[in-house]
């Protein structure tokens, strides 16, 4: 085995996860292709001291700030690559991004490691595993479930959850498919795919920035597929409380940029207007249901885009000096995910009208 995988977990605060998950992962990822580094984003409990006392063995990056999720792996990963190319010895051909609430499973990395081998070409750039919930392991997690989907709306969902509907695994996506999004909580991919497209933004903080770079890999032609013979387990909202004020507008936030970003130039006015009309909605049923600070949430989430416009607008020209004309790819579901769930109660992927 002559390729190197580097499993990479951004930490920030998190020493009493260190016991739960952390065993699992060096059971299961000690080899000779493997290291397992934590980069440290400027943690202000005692990881660096529980890490240095009970896992010596372990490479830390001790970032001088908490970048948030983006920018943390950014340096991380850079640190690594600038010292691959000092020491070609420490060279990695892949990275894992896994969050520090995840345990994984026996024999999870060679099956990822031979979809990469196996395609000489190079075709596919990134590999999600199947991500069950630690809680309830028998269900799906919503940070990835069976492969990351996006309708024309640029809305996320998964196989096997879509909205709050998680579904039991039953092996009913137990195949190999090409995927529109690998999820950040366990994304596997070409060292080099990372570097040339420049990593995760740094301004969408934390939230989505995965599907923003899946989005670019798909701009150069390039596949993203999940491998259901890996199997890992989520914990999730280890770092920021899933139902805060802080993820719903970081959610609302980098949704729209992501989608001013990425976007074919046709018909982009009429889907960002139309997705903050439905943004208009949701802002509504917070308020209705006494959650103003939600609804607060959302406005702000527009503030900054019509404050940033022109930041993101150059990404935006970036992206088409790079790729060219920014085409929708072929994988994006062709209709709205809130129509189908909502409206026609399709609330598994099996059921979504094709």
């Known amino acids: 085995m002559n390729s190197k995988i ?137 940070a990835g479930a069976a492969g990351g989907m996006i309708d024309y709306l640029g809305y996320p969902f998964c196989r096997g959850r879509i909205f709050d509907t998680l579904e039991e695994d039953k092996s009913q996506y137990d195949n190999q498919i090409p995927i529109f999004w690998a999820t950040g909580a366990a994304m596997a991919i070409r060292a080099e795919v990372y570097h040339d497209l420049g990593g995760l933004d740094k301004d969408f903080f934390a939230h989505m920035e995965e599907i923003d770079l899946c989005w670019r890999i798909h701009h150069t032609g390039k596949k993203i597929v999940y491998c259901p013979e890996s199997t890992i387990f989520h914990l999730g909202g280890g770092t920021l409380n899933p139902m805060s004020e802080r993820k719903t507008y970081l959610n609302f936030r980098n949704g729209l940029t992501l989608l001013l970003k990425n976007l074919p130039s046709k018909n982009l006015f009429f889907k960002i207007y139309f997705r903050m009309i439905l943004d208009g909605i949701a802002g509504t049923k917070f308020l209705l249901d006494g959650k103003p600070k939600f609804t607060l949430a959302i406005l702000k989430a527009h503030f900054y885009m019509y404050a940033n416009l022109s930041s993101i607008l150059a990404k935006r020209k970036d992206n088409q000096k790079k790729f060219g004309n920014l085409k929708l790819p072929s994988i994006v579901y062709p209709k709205s995910i809130v129509w189908q769930y909502f409206a026609k109660k399709n609330k598994t992927f099996e059921e979504l009208e094709k």
Request: charged share 25%; no cysteine.
């Open 6 to 142: 580097a499993v990479v977990i951004l930490n920030y605060n998190g020493e009493k996860l260190f016991p739960v998950f952390l065993p699992s992962v060096i059971e299961h990822s000690t080899n000779d292709f493997t290291e397992i580094i934590i980069a440290d984003n400027a943690s202000t409990d005692n990881s660096i001291d529980y890490l240095k006392a009970n896992y010596p063995q372990i490479i830390r990056i001790e970032l001088s700030q908490n970048h948030g999720f983006a920018e943390g792996y950014n340096q991380a990963l850079e640190n690594l690559k600038n010292e691959g190319e000092q020491n070609n010895s420490k060279k990695f051909d892949y990275y894992i991004l896994l969050n520090s609430d995840v345990e994984v499973t026996q024999n999870w990395l060679n099956p990822i490691l031979e979809i990469f081998e196996k395609d000489t070409e190079k075709n596919i750039s990134a590999i999600q595993p199947k991500i069950r919930m630690h809680a309830h392991k028998h269900l799906f997690e919503h």
